[in-house]
């Protein structure tokens, strides 16, 4: 029997995990939030600004030239970045139509979705799409309204049509005061205070102005009707937005709702923080011979994506792994469940943004890669030696 000590480290380490994925309608700037979320957490400097392909700076999640050349996110990446001693996993879901079977099986991956939605046209369909999937898996939601600094909807509007088209109960954390030339910035309704709008695209937070109050008479000077009319909102919304229901959060029944403008750095620490304190820790995987607990000692893991050519110097093959039960070790044997063949991968990679680092170590809710020529299929289970198969993955008829 282990000793309780080491189960406590793995316990541990399963509690400090958050996977996540970040699911939008081409152009609604998921790549550029998924960069800003690596830049706050510390984990690259200089954020690549999405359009300045002339520069070398293209951003560090598209990786692939066809990315770089059209701006999109083709491949679902695969982010590690620690903050506030919690290891977050962010895995980039490819936004383009013809790779949703892809963001399909991504999503079966994580224990939470960051909806992106473009503030000027709403909710679109792929994010309806990418929502039933979410929604047929209870998946918990948080909703970032990206772009506030152009011109664009209502938020009472917007907040209204996610309600309406998502069927969840939206409730703002924080709120927006003004919008395009007039955005000064966003409300937080739990912390009482606003944060003041600075466009930049490369500053880390931590710099902005905070102002206390929704009676702050420095605001009410500065912001003038834009303040005015953001108090107005928010005092309806007191009355009228339920209160945040974590047990309705985590069963996908009500999503906490931020506003930003991810372009300029700004409202993402909220984000951040909000994933910190309200996403879920991995949770039970089920199996078809039963249910796997994280943190069981045995290691167990399921193949959800398959990615050729990573490394253009390397025809490779990576499978991707979200590791269900246990810890990973470099070199450890794995075997896998379909074929009854042994592996012991010591190569495997996890993904800090562009530097793919050798891992020695990975926990439940970590993501890793394993370079394999064909030894491995999607839907794949790895184990220490159990026959384990991991049901919930996907298989689409070729369109």
């Known amino acids: 029997m282990s000793s309780p000590h080491e189960f406590s480290e793995i316990e541990k380490q399963v509690k400090r995990r958050r996977t996540f994925a970040i699911i939008s309608h081409p152009d609604a700037g998921k790549t550029t939030l998924?960069?800003?979320?690596?830049?706050?957490?510390?984990?690259?400097?200089?954020?690549?600004?999405?359009?300045?392909?002339?520069?070398?700076?293209?951003?560090?999640?598209?990786?692939?030239?066809?990315?770089?050349?059209?701006?999109?996110?083709?491949?679902?990446?695969?982010?590690?970045?620690?903050?506030?001693?919690?290891?977050?996993?962010?895995?980039?879901?490819?936004?383009?139509?013809?790779?949703?079977?892809?963001?399909?099986?991504?999503?079966?991956?994580?224990?939470?979705?960051?909806?992106?939605?473009?503030?000027?046209?709403?909710?679109?369909?792929?994010?309806?799409?990418?929502?039933?999937?979410?929604?047929?898996?209870?998946?918990?939601?948080?909703?970032?309204?990206?772009?506030?600094?152009?011109?664009?909807?209502?938020?009472?509007?917007?907040?209204?049509?996610?309600?309406?088209?998502?069927?969840?109960?939206v409730v703002p954390f924080t709120w927006p005061v003004g919008m395009g030339k007039l955005f000064h910035g966003v409300y937080d309704r739990r912390e009482k205070r606003m944060r003041v709008f600075s466009p930049g695209e490369d500053k880390a937070g931590g710099d902005d102005e905070i102002l206390a109050g929704l009676d702050n008479a420095e605001a009410t000077r500065r912001f003038g009707a834009e303040f005015t009319q953001a108090q107005g909102e928010l005092e309806l919304l007191e009355g009228a937005s339920p209160e945040f229901d974590r047990a309705a959060f985590l069963a996908g029944k009500q999503t906490p709702m931020f506003f930003g403008s991810a372009i300029n750095n700004f409202g993402v620490q909220e984000v951040l923080d909000a994933l910190v304190d309200l996403a879920p820790a991995p949770a039970e995987r089920a199996a078809l011979q039963r249910v796997v607990h994280p943190e069981e000692k045995k290691f167990s893991g399921v193949v959800f994506k398959i990615q050729a050519n990573m490394d253009p110097a390397h025809r490779d093959r990576i499978a991707f792994l979200r590791v269900a039960s246990g810890e990973f070790t470099r070199g450890m044997r794995l075997k896998v469940v379909r074929s009854g063949k042994e592996i012991r991968p010591n190569t495997v990679v996890s993904f800090m943004s562009q530097r793919r680092e050798l891992l020695d170590t990975a926990f439940a809710g970590d993501i890793i890669g394993i370079p394999n020529h064909g030894i491995l299929q999607l839907g794949d289970t790895l184990t220490e030696g159990e026959a384990l198969q991991f049901t919930g993955l996907p298989f689409f008829a070729p369109e």
């Open 34 to 169: 998924t960069e800003k979320l690596l830049l706050f957490s510390g984990a690259i400097q200089i954020a690549g600004s999405v359009k300045a392909r002339k520069a070398a700076r293209h951003a560090t999640s598209d990786w692939m030239e066809i990315e770089k050349q059209r701006g999109i996110s083709v491949a679902s990446s695969v982010m590690q970045m620690e903050y506030r001693d919690c290891v977050i996993n962010l895995l980039d879901t490819p936004g383009h139509q013809d790779f949703s079977e892809d963001t399909y099986r991504v999503l079966t991956a994580v224990d939470a979705a960051l909806m992106v939605i473009d503030a000027a046209n709403g909710v679109e369909p792929q994010t309806r799409r990418l929502l039933q999937v979410c929604r047929a898996r209870n998946t918990p939601i948080l909703t970032f309204v990206n772009k506030m600094d152009r011109e664009v909807q209502d938020p009472m509007s917007v907040m209204d049509e996610i309600e309406q088209e998502l069927g969840m109960t």
